[in-house]
């Protein structure tokens, strides 16, 4: 139903559209507080780079947080990451995460950046507190930010959107009654824009997601898609159906398809409960960092990888790479 809602495909958009110019008004307002000096914003003493959107919902953001982080390492760069740690709760605040840390505390996208790529990982609220975690544990020449292009209360150096390519910004409108979380517009102030699927525009980066082997939750074990059979596809993220689309891209027509709630904290009776006798369940790695604790031998999940293609793509690592180093030069003089 929000999604018929979002696209403008059904009427009930219209009774929410009061509520989307109050958003709207308290959203601008805020953005132009912080704009003209009416609210404090912290510098970090390195540079900052935010990877977010426009919309509500799953863009791709992670996977090329996940990009990033490893081709600014291969360019021998220490970076760190920030988060929200959405769908998380810890005692207290910043937190630093590890692959190992669970996800009721730090959420699940912090844990799996911290997994795939090494990086050191801090979530907190105030994200000002993260970086200051970062910082103080060691040495780090950037951070990068996973979310938080409206979050103004931390500069940034440079921004980045993602965007999905086949539902792009739906109707137009603010939240609730469209997915957008600043107007269209907001495109033209930020460095660069990434489009996730679909069709891309002038002067965007096109990028799609590569899916490899599947793995045992289990055993870490992996396997051909093609070798695995009565398939439970499940998925818990922003927008569930191109993890449906993708297994379906690779050949593999899911028996059933269940859809929960991003960030959706599972147990093992409930995913047990959806498999009949012969049948494995296939999930997202989002979702498999947050059933590793009771993980079952029939249990697989598919990591995908991030491909981002086009002349623009080398100039924005350049630029980011030049920048890092232009500060440390500046800082030692």
Same mark, same amino acid.
């Given at each position: 139903?929000?999604?018929?809602?979002?696209?403008?495909?059904?009427?009930?958009?219209?009774?929410?559209?009061?509520?989307?110019?109050?958003?709207?008004?308290?959203?601008?307002?805020?953005?132009?507080?912080?704009?003209?000096?009416?609210?404090?914003?912290?510098?970090?003493?390195?540079?900052?780079?935010?990877?977010?959107?426009?919309?509500?919902?799953?863009?791709?953001?992670?996977?090329?947080?996940?990009?990033?982080?490893?081709?600014?390492?291969?360019?021998?760069?220490?970076?760190?990451?920030?988060?929200?740690?959405?769908?998380?709760?810890?005692?207290?605040?910043?937190?630093?995460?590890?692959?190992?840390?669970?996800?009721?505390? #730090? %959420?699940?996208?912090?844990? =799996?950046?911290? !997994?795939? /790529?090494? &990086?050191?990982? @801090?979530?907190?609220?105030?994200?000002?507190?993260?970086?200051?975690?970062?910082?103080?544990?060691?040495?780090?020449?950037?951070?990068?930010?996973?979310?938080?292009?409206?979050?103004?209360?931390?500069?940034?150096?440079?921004?980045?959107?993602?965007?999905?390519?086949?539902?792009?910004?739906?109707?137009?409108?603010?939240?609730?009654?469209?997915?957008?979380?600043?107007?269209?517009?907001?495109?033209?102030?930020?460095?660069?824009?990434?489009?996730?699927?679909?069709?891309?525009?002038?002067?965007?980066?096109?990028?799609?997601?590569? #899916? %490899?082997?599947?793995?045992? =939750?289990?055993? !870490?074990? /992996?396997? &051909?898609?093609? @070798?695995?059979?009565?398939?439970?596809?499940?998925?818990?993220?922003?927008?569930?159906?191109?993890?449906?689309?993708?297994?379906?891209?690779?050949?593999?027509?899911?028996?059933?398809?269940?859809?929960?709630?991003?960030?959706?904290?599972?147990?093992?009776?409930?995913?047990?409960?959806?498999?009949?006798?012969?049948?494995?369940?296939?999930?997202?790695?989002?979702?498999?960092?947050?059933?590793?604790?009771?993980?079952?031998?029939?249990?697989?999940?598919?990591?995908?990888?991030?491909?981002?293609?086009?002349?623009?793509?080398?100039?924005?690592?350049?630029?980011?790479?030049?920048?890092?180093?232009?500060?440390?030069?500046?800082?030692?003089?």
């Amino acid at each position: 139903m929000i999604d018929r809602i979002w696209s403008g495909r059904s009427p009930l958009w219209l009774l929410l559209w009061p509520l989307s110019l109050i958003y709207g008004v308290v959203s601008t307002l805020i953005r132009i507080s912080y704009q003209r000096g009416w609210r404090n914003s912290w510098r970090a003493p390195v540079p900052v780079v935010v990877i977010g959107n426009l919309t509500a919902g799953g863009n791709g953001k992670t996977p090329v947080v996940i990009w990033l982080v490893q081709q600014l390492q291969r360019r021998g760069l220490k970076v760190g990451v920030v988060s929200r740690g959405y769908g998380g709760k810890a005692e207290r605040y910043p937190l630093l995460v590890t692959a190992e840390t669970p996800t009721a505390q #730090a %959420g699940d996208e912090p844990v =799996l950046i911290a !997994q795939r /790529t090494g &990086a050191p990982v @801090a979530v907190a609220p105030k994200r000002r507190e993260a970086v200051a975690a970062l910082l103080a544990r060691g040495d780090i020449d950037l951070v990068v930010t996973d979310d938080g292009l409206q979050h103004y209360a931390l500069q940034r150096d440079r921004e980045i959107v993602v965007i999905d390519g086949m539902r792009r910004f739906g109707n137009g409108w603010w939240l609730p009654a469209g997915p957008m979380r600043e107007r269209a517009a907001r495109l033209n102030s930020v460095d660069a824009v990434i489009v996730n699927g679909g069709t891309t525009k002038t002067n965007e980066i096109a990028m799609s997601l590569h #899916a %490899g082997e599947a793995v045992n =939750l289990l055993t !870490q074990q /992996t396997r &051909a898609l093609s @070798a695995l059979q009565h398939v439970v596809a499940m998925a818990g993220i922003g927008h569930p159906p191109r993890f449906f689309n993708t297994l379906k891209q690779h050949g593999i027509i899911p028996e059933t398809e269940i859809a929960f709630a991003d960030h959706h904290a599972y147990s093992r009776e409930e995913l047990s409960g959806l498999l009949a006798n012969g049948q494995c369940l296939l999930m997202t790695e989002k979702d498999a960092v947050k059933c590793r604790g009771f993980a079952q031998p029939d249990w697989w999940y598919l990591p995908v990888e991030a491909e981002l293609t086009g002349r623009a793509v080398a100039p924005l690592l350049s630029d980011i790479e030049q920048l890092v180093r232009r500060h440390a030069t500046e800082a030692t003089d």
